[in-house]
């Protein structure tokens, strides 16, 4: 035999070895297709053993969901059809309570989802899928319910709210936003830098006079400023082109001379000023009656402010660096603020928004063309002068200001 002859055959015996490691390595694989820790997801598995002795302890078992046992039954009949998969010859697939456990454990602590997948005893892509699949569901099946898109009696409804609850007339809703930290995706740049140093998505929010999120935009990063974030939101372009069906101007109470004044939006110093949506006096030294617009302002403004409160206290993802992708992160804060809303409904603190007729199928605020911010008009100045002589006159309360 040819040297030539044996180099080939050597070659060839050891491309065939190397076939051979791989086939073997391939098939242990398949041995081991489940792990056997996962196997035992119905005999050690937290949904299967923690969790049906928590039912028995209704204080327990909000602390671990943060929702009521009938506030989880009830959400897993809303959402029970979109969330079950169909088993297969190889395996069957997880009960549909068992990924909603798994998702609201998610929102209710912010742990990894390597923590959470060892608790389950389920795979951490497993509970990835299962998460971003849970809160899609969340929000597609609650929103029409209790984050309908506000009619022009739904505006003034809440208007009446404000009045009645926080003194400040003709208001539809307080403006704010919130940081939502996370993880810094891969290749983003700066995007995502917030001033305080961190990553972040945005969450832009409309609350009324009863701590309910009525209005939200979500995902702006988090370098952009509040304005910013308001201008491009589809929501800020809604307001500016007068599309969000307000209720007509009407006169101040006791104040029929001043003519009629629009409804108004109330926001801090970060947002623009404009005749629907009113932010504080700058500076420092001011005369009594700006200091008591700012009071009056404040006092309303910061219902928003104590809904986030209440939003992070009740989530705690909101507490820890969200490390999921910022697609995942959007949803799972939409799915939060919905949640909030329903709970606060089921709780008989009031009765769930119902869209009215032809409103069916309705996206949230449908998207237009990009409008830019505009600067303090003359017309904006003049409302809110007119609200803070309203304040210091017929208007004025016993407990603000007075110097």
Aim: aromatic share 10%; hydrophobic share 40%; net charge positive.
């Amino acid at each position: 035999m040819s040297v030539i002859d044996r180099s080939f055959i050597e070659r060839v015996a050891a491309l065939y070895l190397l076939w051979r490691a791989e086939q073997r390595r391939r098939d242990h694989r398949r041995r081991i297709w489940v792990h056997q820790t996962l196997r035992r997801r119905t005999q050690f598995g937290e949904f299967h053993h923690l969790l049906q002795e928590l039912r028995l302890d209704d204080g327990r078992f909000q602390r671990y969901f943060r929702l009521s046992r009938a506030q989880f039954d009830d959400l897993l009949s809303r959402i029970g059809a979109r969330i079950t998969l169909q088993d297969t010859n190889y395996r069957r697939s997880i009960p549909a309570a068992e990924r909603l456990s798994i998702c609201l454990r998610f929102l209710a602590t912010g742990d990894s989802f390597r923590t959470i997948a060892s608790s389950y005893r389920v795979g951490v892509s497993t509970v990835c899928q299962i998460v971003a699949l849970v809160v899609t569901a969340i929000w597609d099946c609650l929103v029409e319910d209790y984050m309908a898109v506000p009619t022009t009696e739904d505006w003034r409804s809440i208007a009446e709210g404000f009045q009645e609850r926080w003194n400040f007339p003709l208001c539809v809703g307080a403006v704010d936003g919130k940081h939502v930290v996370l993880k810094a995706p891969p290749n983003s740049g700066s995007q995502f830098h917030n001033y305080k140093g961190t990553f972040s998505i945005v969450l832009l929010a409309v609350v009324d006079a009863k701590y309910r999120f009525r209005v939200i935009d979500v995902g702006g990063y988090g370098r952009t400023s509040d304005g910013g974030i308001l201008a491009n939101s589809t929501f800020g372009q809604a307001l500016q082109a007068g599309t969000l069906h307000l209720p007509p101007d009407r006169p101040l109470s006791g104040a029929e001379d001043r003519g009629p004044q629009p409804h108004v939006f109330v926001a801090d110093e970060a947002f623009p000023l404009r005749r629907n949506l009113m932010q504080p006096f700058p500076g420092r030294t001011l005369p009594p009656e700006r200091r008591v617009f700012n009071y009056r302002l404040s006092r309303a403004r910061l219902v928003v402010e104590n809904a986030f409160g209440i939003l992070s206290s009740q989530w705690r993802m909101y507490r820890r660096l969200i490390e999921v992708h910022p697609e995942v992160a959007e949803k799972c804060v939409k799915a939060t603020c919905v949640l909030h809303n329903f709970m606060r409904c089921s709780e008989g603190r009031e009765a769930p928004a119902v869209r009215g007729a032809g409103q069916a199928g309705e996206e949230p605020l449908p998207g237009m063309g990009r409008v830019a911010a505009n600067n303090s008009s003359r017309e904006a100045v003049r409302v809110r002068d007119v609200f803070m002589e309203h304040f210091s006159a017929e208007g004025a309360v016993p407990w603000q200001p007075t110097e």
